[in-house]
């Protein structure tokens, strides 16, 4: 299905913003964005689950709800996920993912098969 590929990752202070960014070379219907920091599990971060009426659900894990947004566009076919107010907490590997078909709140990895390479996103304090 292609490859996913991320951008916007980078290295910022505590209290700091970034916009991540994940291309997609197909329309998926499901989308999340996930983390992992090192010696941690993998995390589902976001996830924006679009339906064949085109209704779009959207699920935040509680450590980011109220900081980050994640958004499509659609025609673009590219996955945002926009970082507010970030802390050290945060820093950590991200990585898209997508899928033609949605499995629950899209916050859990095995919903996916198509992952991209990750970008690194570092947070000091």
């Known amino acids: 299905q292609g490859q996913l590929v991320e951008s916007g990752g980078g290295s910022v202070q505590a209290g700091g913003s970034l916009r991540l960014s994940c291309a997609s070379p197909?329309?998926?219907?499901?989308m999340g964005w996930f983390r992992q920091a090192p010696g941690k599990e993998r995390e589902g971060v976001a996830s924006?689950?679009?339906?064949?009426?085109?209704?779009?659900?959207?699920y935040y894990a509680d450590s980011v709800k109220g900081r980050f947004t994640i958004s499509r566009d659609n025609a673009k076919k590219t996955l945002y996920l926009q970082m507010n107010s970030l802390s050290p907490e945060d820093t950590g590997m991200y990585y898209c993912?997508?899928?033609?078909?949605?499995?629950?709140?899209?916050?859990?990895?095995?919903?996916?098969?198509?992952w991209g390479q990750g970008t690194q996103v570092t947070v000091s304090s």
């Open positions: 197909y329309s998926a219907y499901c």
């Open positions: 993912a997508a899928a033609s078909s949605c499995r629950g709140n899209g916050l859990i990895g095995n919903a996916y098969n198509s």
């Open positions: 924006s689950l679009r339906t064949s009426d085109n209704t779009v659900y959207i």
